[in-house]
């Protein structure tokens, strides 16, 4: 957890506040900036919840990741609970000084995928990349979408989040002229995730994304 500092933030908006985790490798400039969303299972108080899954996991592991990262906690039932303070918490911490501004990624994981594919239909433009993994959404709304690149990520085996759940979103972001991409994994059950984020190429790729670049 050392490489993370603990911080808290109050939504001028709703007046709820939200423990994240913040990551900044030490490098000068502006840097990209990740918002990860965890799953049901690191909901609560203690940030120490958060720790060894997602991309916080692949830091702690040494993964070299070129990017800030804020990973914030759901202290309710669902993200949904606190769905306006996380569009504040999204708005404020891209609005910060030293981020790139053109390279503001989003993802998730199990109940965080699916907040990550509506803060995504929610602010469309303010994101380059999505990557959303085991969770799904409200695909009747996906147009919103189609000029987000997207990478989503589903255990062929999972009984928590039913597959079906990714594929009916993919298929309706691309049904609506998008470019989302779905990866299933033949012998993962739910926890996807730890595939999905060991990934070198998925990596990769989410770092080149750009905002506006064709």
């Known amino acids: 957890m050392n490489l993370?500092?603990?911080k808290k933030f109050i939504s001028a908006k709703t007046g709820k506040g939200l423990k994240y985790l913040c990551y900044s490798p030490n490098t000068d400039g502006n840097l990209p900036l990740i918002i990860y969303l965890h799953g049901a299972g690191s909901r609560g108080t203690e940030l120490s919840q958060l720790s060894h899954a997602g991309p916080i996991g692949e830091l702690e592991r040494g993964r070299n990741i070129p990017a800030r990262m804020v990973a914030p906690q759901c202290c309710g039932d669902t993200w949904f609970e606190l769905f306006e303070t996380l569009i504040d918490f999204a708005e404020s911490t891209a609005n910060e000084?030293?981020?790139d501004?053109?390279?503001?990624?989003?993802t998730g994981v199990s109940?965080?995928?699916y907040a990550a594919w509506q803060?995504?239909?929610t602010k469309p433009d303010m994101f380059a990349a999505l990557v959303p993994v085991c969770g799904g959404g409200m695909y009747w709304n996906a147009a919103r979408l189609k000029n987000?690149?997207?990478r989503a990520f589903h255990g062929a085996l999972d009984t928590t989040v039913l597959p079906e759940e990714s594929v009916h979103m993919v298929a309706a972001v691309n049904n609506s002229g998008g470019k989302a991409e779905l990866t299933v994994y033949p012998d993962m059950?739910?926890?996807s995730?730890?595939?999905a984020f060991a990934d070198d190429e998925m990596w990769k790729w989410m770092l080149s994304q750009k905002r506006g670049q064709k």
């Open 101 to 106: 501004k053109s390279r503001i990624y989003l």
């Open 111 to 113: 109940m965080g995928a």
């Open 4 to 6: 993370f500092s603990e």
């Open 189 to 191: 059950a739910h926890n």
């Open 97 to 99: 000084s030293g981020v």
């Open 148 to 150: 987000i690149p997207i």
């Open 119 to 121: 803060l995504a239909m």
């Open 193 to 195: 995730w730890e595939r």
